[in-house]
């Protein structure tokens, strides 16, 4: 088992800044990425907060991540705004994006903007919550900057684990919050089999010829995963089906570039050229004041009451674990495991960034 | 194994046009519906053609079918339209949706439609179609009039096979038109099995405790069925959360009824009511002309390329099985099982209508 350390959510994020900063990120840019590393954070989906940074130092040490990067918005017209990241992170031009979204969606009743040449942008459930912090439903999905998905039939794997996320407001109930990736289990999940020493479930990866693995350490090596489904059977072609949609969505409509053949095909793009798709729609175009969010609440209610199999686990809906978790962790801190804690301190060490965290319990 | 009869397209479409206008509803929406349902029998996707025609006319027996419906836009704002069913069968005010979606989007990039009060609507590919027919992305996704999907963790079905479609045009290719259920397996795909004799492989279809069951004919008659993912190992909370984000854009948005409160909870309300949504989104608003086709061939054949665990059994894109089917279907006609045209010989006694097929083969 792994120790955690707890800590101050506001000293984290300071901390996080300061890194960031001293790799060169403006203030700006650098605040709008924390703020969206923390929602990860505070809500328990640790997969897509700080623990991304060794993997962000890794690209811009490569020349693949533009630490400064002139985020423009190339083209606005109608109900549809195109941004430019120009190499950099996700997290500052999807935050632009999805204000731009519920902009245009406040007069036009719906807004999609879309953006190019990002790299990871964190958890995609963040930025449909922004539209649903408006009163709005709030969906983005995004492509991802290597493929882990391999196709129905196929061997190797040609889809980024291309997350869905949907957000909608109610009255009584926190937001509807479904953020979901495509594959049948996220990377994150095979890591925590990891660190737990635990064998994987037969059917969330795969090893090169298409057999099934079981033994964690090999399927993070690999890291060849099956699409939601799992098997033929059980219609994998679905899961797959939903990646490409994620694709379309998010590289196609952009111009930014399919991972598998970046490389090969677009020589002159130094960056990992990562596309993402957002859409505000706001519900006062449809309906009378307050009778989206009185039927929200309605359905999620109903849902959570369905005759459960043990009645000790009543049926959740989608959010409700990440809601918890943030109560908890805003009210009480967020823990961070050890190995993590020592990995910031080696970040900060290596670009002469000041690590002051210390632990509140 | 059943035996089919092979009758030419256009026939096929007049005598369901025939039955359909003997039972009252005026010819343009006879016409409309006929389109649709003949869009499934000419690609295979038998589940959603004129096989839905006994389950129609029981609606209608019952009182909660509408067979002329006064069909009505109630909003029409920015780039958004809301359509009235009127208690309607959901083809015809869909493919209105879907065309008012295709024109906003033709002049602010976006257009969102969505229609309350309706019932089936078919094949959710029909209309996602219709944009690609035109050069866009089209995005159509719909609540069912009864529960099919059995949430994560609970015992009963509180969800419809809620469908998804996307489709997208290309050049070189024929379009990329994903259409799938939220669930495992479509109930299609159940009936199909009873029909052959087979059981049911494990994870398509549960029992009233939540235990997964074999037997085609128990599962067919209990109807309970998982959502994709198909268990908690294999994240079926991420098809219960589609199939719920579904629910969200079709039922909530439009204002319609959740299924499994209906009747408790709008008593006043005979129809179904039904909700679907329609999205168009123009690629010209994003890319310079012609990219975003280009992008679509190069990803589709990429993707058919991957490497196959059967050279024999090449990958395929959504769409590829539906377009060979209609290639056959389109040049020598549509096979029907003999007891669906019996079905139909029926019907059309039943409600004094001409019946006028002849076998072409």
Known sequence: MTTTIVFAPDELARQLNVILQAWGMPPDQSQSTVD?????DLRGIESH??????LYDDFRRAGRLNMAPTV??????????LIDGDGGLGHYPSQLAMRAAIQKASSLGVGVASVRNSNHYGPAGAYAGMAAEHGLLGLSVSAVYRPGIVPTGGKVPMLGTNPIALAAPAKRNQMFSLDMSTSTAAVGKIKLAKLHSKPLPSGWAVDEQGAPITDADEGL?????TPLGSNPVLSSHKGYGLATMVEVLSTVLSGSSFAPTRDRLRPGVSSMDVGHFFMAIDPSFFREPGEFEDDMDALMEALRLTPAID????????????????????AHGVPV????????RQLAKASSADFFLEAIA
């Open 36 to 40: 969206i590393m923390m929602y990860a």
């Open 337 to 344: 495991a050890t190995d993590l804690v020592e990995m910031l």
């Open 49 to 54: 907060g700080l623990m991304m940074l060794p």
């Open 221 to 225: 090596r690999i890291r060849y995963l």
């Open 311 to 330: 009645p000790a686990k009543p049926v959740q809906v989608a959010g409700d674990p990440e809601h918890r978790e943030f109560q908890k962790r805003s």
């Open 72 to 81: 423009k918005t190339v083209r606005d017209r109608g109900a549809t705004v």
